[in-house]
C-alpha cells in the first residue's frame, strides 16, 4: 500500500467524524499557534530593543552605583572635568523621581521627573520640537524652575495646546515648560522621555531632595574610543571609592545583550509553556485512537483474514494519528500566523516578527507529537488476532 492510499484512506477515515477530530486536534492547534505567536512577538521585541539601541549610537556609556551613603557620592563638578579628557566627548549625570505628581490647572498625572544637563538631549538623541528649547548651563547653574516635557505627558496635560511657556506644579514645586520632546519611544533601562519631565539637576536635587547621583551617562568621540573611555572612568571611581564593587558601567554592546537575553528567557519559558499543550494534545490524539482501534476491531479482523499483514494495520492507524497532528499543526500555524499579524493592531507599542523557520518546526514537531502518541494504538491494532477480532461484536 503506497503513502498516498495511506494518506487518502486516513483522511477520509477521519473526516467521517469532524466534530471529534476537531476537538482531538485542538490542543495541538493552541500549541502550534502558541509558539508561533510568541516567538513572533519575542522577536519583534527584540528587534525593537536593538532599533532602540542603534538610535544612540554604539558609543554610549552608563555609570550606575550600587552603594549607599557619603562614601558613595558623586560630585557634579568633578565628573564634568571628565569631558576635558579626548575619551569622553559629554557626560549627563542623572537624578530621577519615579512617579512624581505632575498638575496643570484641573488635570493632574504621574509622570517621571529626570534631573539632568543639557548634554542630555544630544546624548540620548532626543529633540526638541520648534517653538522651545532644551536645558541650557545656565539652567543648572543657576537652578531655574524650568522643564522640558516629553510628548506623551504633554499629551496628557495640555491636550493638542501647546505646552511652552506654560506653569505646571511638580510635587508642590512650580515649574515653567520651555520646550516640547519629539516623540522618542522607550529608552535606556525602559525609560520613556515620551512620558517624563526633565528638569536642571541642581533644581531636582534641591527641590525633590533626591541627594546623590546614582547614574550617569558618557558619550565616547567614536565607537574606537570607547573602551579607552570605559577605562578611564573606571580608574577615575576606583581610585575615588578605593573600590571597583561599588559600581557598575555598561555600554552599548553589553545593554543590548543583557537586554536581548532577558527578552529572549522570557519567550523561552513563555514556549514551553506554548509546547505543553502540544504534550497534551498529543495525549488526546492517543485516547482517541484507542477509542478507534476499539470501535473498529472487526474491520481490522477482516483486513486481516483477507491478506493484510502487521505493518499495514501499523502503517494505517499510525498515518491517521500523523494527519490528525498534521492537520491540527497547519491549522495552528494559520491561527499563529493570523495572530502575529493582528497583534500590532490590538498593541501597536509592541511589533511582531514572523519566523518561517520556527513555524515549519513547530508544524514538523506537531506531527512528530502524533506519530509517537500514536504508535502505542497503532501498535495495538496491529497485534490484534483475526479470529479475535472478528468475534468481536
Do not use: C
Not at 184 to 205: C, M, Y
Not at 336 to 347: D, M, Q, R, T
Request: aromatic letters at 6%.
Amino acid at each position: 500500500m503506497s503513502l498516498l492510499e495511506l494518506v487518502v484512506m486516513a483522511m477520509r477515515t477521519i473526516m467521517g467524524k469532524p466534530m471529534r477530530t476537531l476537538l482531538t486536534m485542538l490542543g495541538v492547534i493552541i500549541g502550534v499557534g502558541s509558539v508561533v505567536t510568541l516567538v513572533s512577538i519575542g522577536q519583534g521585541t527584540t528587534a525593537q530593543i536593538e532599533k532602540q539601541y542603534e538610535s544612540l549610537g554604539t558609543n554610549l556609556l552608563v555609570v550606575n552605583l550600587l552603594g549607599n551613603g557619603r562614601a558613595t557620592q558623586l560630585d557634579y563638578d568633578q565628573l564634568m572635568e571628565l569631558e576635558i579628557l579626548p575619551e569622553i566627548e559629554s557626560i549627563a549625570p542623572t537624578v530621577t523621581k519615579n512617579g512624581s505628581n505632575v498638575k496643570f490647572e484641573r488635570t493632574s498625572e504621574t509622570f517621571n521627573v529626570i534631573g539632568t544637563n543639557d548634554r542630555y538631549f544630544s546624548l540620548m538623541k532626543v529633540d526638541v520640537e520648534k517653538g522651545g528649547r532644551a536645558l541650557v548651563p545656565a539652567d543648572n547653574e543657576f537652578r531655574n524652575q524650568v522643564a522640558v516635557i516629553g510628548s506623551e505627558a504633554a499629551k496628557t496635560l495640555f491636550g493638542s495646546a501647546n505646552p511652552v511657556g506654560q506653569d505646571v506644579n511638580i510635587d508642590g514645586i512650580v515649574f515653567t515648560i520651555v520646550g516640547k520632546l519629539k516623540p522618542k519611544g522607550s529608552n535606556i533601562g525602559g525609560t520613556s522621555p515620551d512620558s517624563s519631565v526633565i528638569v536642571p539637576l541642581e533644581a531636582a536635587r534641591r527641590s525633590f531632595r533626591l541627594g546623590q547621583i546614582r547614574t550617569t551617562y558618557l558619550e565616547a568621540p567614536n565607537v574606537d574610543q570607547l573602551s579607552r573611555a570605559q577605562a578611564t572612568i573606571t580608574q577615575f571611581l576606583a581610585s575615588k571609592f578605593k573600590s571597583s564593587n561599588g559600581f557598575r558601567i555598561q555600554n552599548q554592546d553589553e545593554l543590548l545583550n543583557a537586554s536581548k537575553e532577558a527578552s529572549s528567557s522570557l519567550t523561552n519559558q513563555l514556549i514551553s509553556v506554548a509546547l505543553i499543550s502540544l504534550l497534551v494534545g498529543g495525549i488526546g490524539i492517543m485516547n482517541i485512537m484507542l477509542v478507534t482501534v476499539s470501535e473498529r476491531t472487526r474491520e481490522i479482523g477482516i483486513r486481516k483474514s483477507i491478506g493484510a499483514q502487521r505493518r499495514h494495520i501499523l502503517m494505517q492507524f499510525l498515518m491517521e494519528a500523523a494527519v490528525i497532528s498534521g492537520l491540527g499543526g497547519l491549522l495552528g500555524l494559520l491561527l499563529g500566523v493570523a495572530a502575529s499579524l493582528s497583534w500590532p493592531l490590538f498593541n501597536p507599542k509592541q511589533p511582531t516578527q514572523l519566523s518561517i523557520e520556527i513555524g515549519l518546526y513547530a508544524f514538523l514537531f506537531s506531527v512528530l507529537v502524533g506519530i509517537v502518541f500514536g504508535l502505542y494504538p497503532a501498535n495495538k491494532a496491529s497485534r490484534l488476532k483475526p479470529i479475535d477480532a472478528l468475534r468481536f461484536d
